[in-house]
């Protein structure tokens, strides 16, 4: 397929700068995953969806205040993104990261940043894909850092900076483990009275942990979607997310996704065909004509035109009722994208 074949328009103003003033308040449109039918609905009215014996899967991760201010050794300024942090034993504190600068940066390069009354020097040790190789001091607790002097990651798409609301609006309710630099935002309309009624029906839960990276706003460069080259990310499947998708599945109930990147976590622990325990990097890459091994119900966001979310969505569904369903969402005045409204295939 074209990456063309992908393609909406979309106004801008219906691009969310904001969130709810409620997490829950947002809409939600519904559609059937083989039938195309939409139904339109409150974000509220998602327990009501659910099904005795469905399994809930949310991401877990946490959005580390993942963005930078410094200067080079020139004195120019620059701006660093956080990708992931490489974290093996050999490379101590090394980091990926987009860096923005006036001027190309070469390795051997030095970046300053202050943290309180000092200043922390990391080294650029060369390049990875597009991608930047920095080197911050082994002695420094990275996380802390990052808490003390980052700024939270919004994505491009958001027309603003940082507030200091998004420090926990850009966050799920259940965010445990530190490590994505852009939020799973299926995850952020939940509150403690949506998951209390969640648990009220005797719904079942679960998680997984997909640390999301600053790649997920790279665009796909190439026409033809099958060339394209997924950037890695970190997934963790536990035991005990394996177990309850396997009696989720022998009770004749439905794995639930919360986000794509719970789509993502789950089927690249199912690629044997029955769903394992899984730690480690993914590159999966979900576009029409794939065949869904674990994942029956999708909780998601509207997602980028040409992105390979929408391809997600797509292939969990159908090309044409995506896109006739994110014509529909237009048409009614959904909001769109990371702080946007919801939409539920079921």
Same mark, same amino acid.
């Given at each position: ?164 609301? +998004? ?55 190439? +026409? ?123």
């Amino acid at each position: 397929m074209k990456l063309a074949d992908f393609h909406y328009e979309l106004p801008d103003e219906l691009i969310a700068d904001h969130p709810a003033a409620e997490r829950s308040g947002s809409r939600l449109l519904v559609l059937g995953r083989e039938s195309g039918e939409l139904s339109h609905r409150r974000f509220t009215d998602f327990p009501d969806l659910l099904l005795p014996g469905d399994l809930l899967v949310f991401n877990d991760t946490r959005v580390i205040p993942a963005r930078l201010y410094g200067h080079k050794s020139t004195g120019g300024k620059v701006e660093v993104l956080l990708e992931r942090v490489l974290g093996a034993n050999e490379r101590p504190n090394e980091v990926l990261a987009q860096v923005k600068a006036g001027k190309s940066l070469r390795s051997g390069a030095q970046l300053s940043f202050a943290d309180g009354d000092a200043t922390v020097t990391a080294d650029v040790r060369g390049r990875q894909d597009e991608f930047f190789v920095l080197g911050f001091p082994e002695s420094l607790d990275l996380m802390a850092f990052f808490e003390r002097n980052g700024h939270i990651p919004l994505p491009p798409y958001i027309r603003r900076g940082d507030e200091a609301a +998004d420090h926990e609006r850009y966050q799920t309710v259940f965010a445990r483990t530190a490590g994505a630099v852009a939020a799973p935002t299926a995850g952020l309309h939940f509150d403690d009275a949506v998951l209390a009624r969640i648990r009220a029906r005797g719904i079942a839960t679960a998680s997984v942990t997909l640390h999301v990276g600053a790649g997920t706003f790279q665009p796909v460069r190439v +026409d033809d979607i099958d060339a394209h080259r997924m950037h890695a990310e970190y997934v963790c499947v536990p035991e005990a997310t394996r177990d309850a998708v396997r009696e989720c599945k022998a009770r004749g109930g439905r794995v639930v996704a919360i986000g794509t990147t719970s789509v993502r976590s789950l089927e690249t622990a199912s690629q044997s065909g029955e769903i394992e325990a899984f730690r480690g990097d993914t590159r999966i890459f979900i576009r029409p004509g794939y065949t869904f091994r674990t994942v029956d119900a999708l909780l998601t966001n509207f997602h980028l035109p040409e992105s390979t979310l929408l391809m997600l969505v797509s292939a969990f569904s159908s090309r044409e009722s995506i896109l006739a369903a994110y014509a529909e969402a237009v048409k009614e005045r959904y909001r769109f994208f990371s702080y946007g409204d919801a939409m539920f295939i079921g």
